[in-house]
């Protein structure tokens, strides 16, 4: 019984403001969390098994947005989208990369999405906001996305062999958009041959 009482009060201490949170990698972007965007609560939750081994490059084919408000509103018009009309548990994709720079929370870290059909449990699904079938994201959200893909990898979510590649690639769809699909082949651990 003490020890249990012990156990309740370390884990209270522990979690409170008094200790600070252990800092993100400096890598990592500035990731706005589902709150800040004023995402639904998911009907429910699946975990992934982390390290997690791959990361699949999509886009939303949606209008892009360049301030925090518009991709927030994006967002939100997505995850009614996913829930309602597609019947997912949650908005798709793991994390979402807005023309302002800023990674937006999706289904998050080791969390299965619903984006790449047989990937979701071991792939997270970042997409790139906008339509890149013939422009290119701007340098703040390539180079953001990039970032971000290290980060996972340095809080130990994402293996350090993951592999990454466009969706297009395993399933039938032009995601992530012909012009990002030939950028991507210039980002880290790209691979031509994705597991199976
Ligand atoms: C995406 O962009 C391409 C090329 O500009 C265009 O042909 C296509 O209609 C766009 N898709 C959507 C859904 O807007």
Redesign the pocket.
Known sequence: MRNIVVFVFLCVLFDSPIFAKSPLPSICPEIANRARWGARTPLEVDYAIIPVENVIIHHT?TPGCSTENECASLLRNMQNFHMETLEFHDIGYNFLVGGDGIVYEGAGWHKVGAHTRKYNTRSLGLAIIG?F???LPNKKQIQSAKDFIQCGVEMGELDINYKLFGARQVSSTASP?LKLYREIQNWPHFTGTPPN
Do not use: A, L
């Open positions: 084919v339509n079938t013939s422009d958009g």
